[in-house]
């Protein structure tokens, strides 16, 4: 009677569990995903229309950032500038991709000698934004998020 009696506390204590209302289970089933979901990671990275969306994450990145970087490069070339000095320098670049697949620049990294030899360099990258092609933005979890990245230029006018 004494072992019955210890069994049946034991199964009534492990079995509070279900008596907790179902909107209590699903709000700590809810916050132990939450806490699972890596929030500085995206699921797909933003795409433009040559990119592949079924491509691994690090080709997706990398066909993200190589078109942008072909943009630039393209843009640069429209333009002639007169440099009294080689330049050799990588300048490091932060845009946003918002939920909406619009692009604008956070940050240009300070360059005293591109900004001496080039004024508008910074000018040129902002507008050059503007002539981008669609690019889809990232997701995570299925739903479009915004999205920050940073991108090295390399200038040589070697």
Not at 12 to 30: D, G, H, I, M, Q
Not at 58 to 78: G, I, P, R, V, Y
Not at 105 to 128: A, C, M, R, T
Request: glycine share 2%; hydrophobic share 40%; with cysteine.
């Amino acid at each position: 009677m004494r072992n019955f009696l210890i069994l049946g506390c034991c199964l009534l204590l492990l079995s509070c569990n279900w008596f907790a209302s179902p909107e209590t289970r699903t709000r700590k089933l809810v916050e132990a995903e939450l806490l699972s979901i890596d929030w500085n990671d995206v699921d797909q990275y933003p795409l433009f229309d040559d990119c592949d969306e079924t491509a691994p994450k690090s080709a997706q990145k990398e066909c993200f950032e190589n078109t942008l970087l072909l943009h630039f490069s393209m843009t640069l070339q429209d333009f002639e500038f007169t440099l009294d000095q080689d330049i050799d320098d990588t300048i490091y670049m932060d845009f946003l991709v918002d939920r909406e697949g619009s692009m604008s620049v956070l940050y240009i990294e300070e360059n005293q000698l591109v900004n001496d030899q080039i004024p508008e360099f910074n000018g040129i990258i902002s507008q050059s934004l503007k002539s981008l092609p669609r690019v889809e933005p990232a997701l995570k979890r299925g739903n479009p998020v915004n999205a920050k990245f940073r991108i090295p230029i390399v200038l040589n006018t070697k």
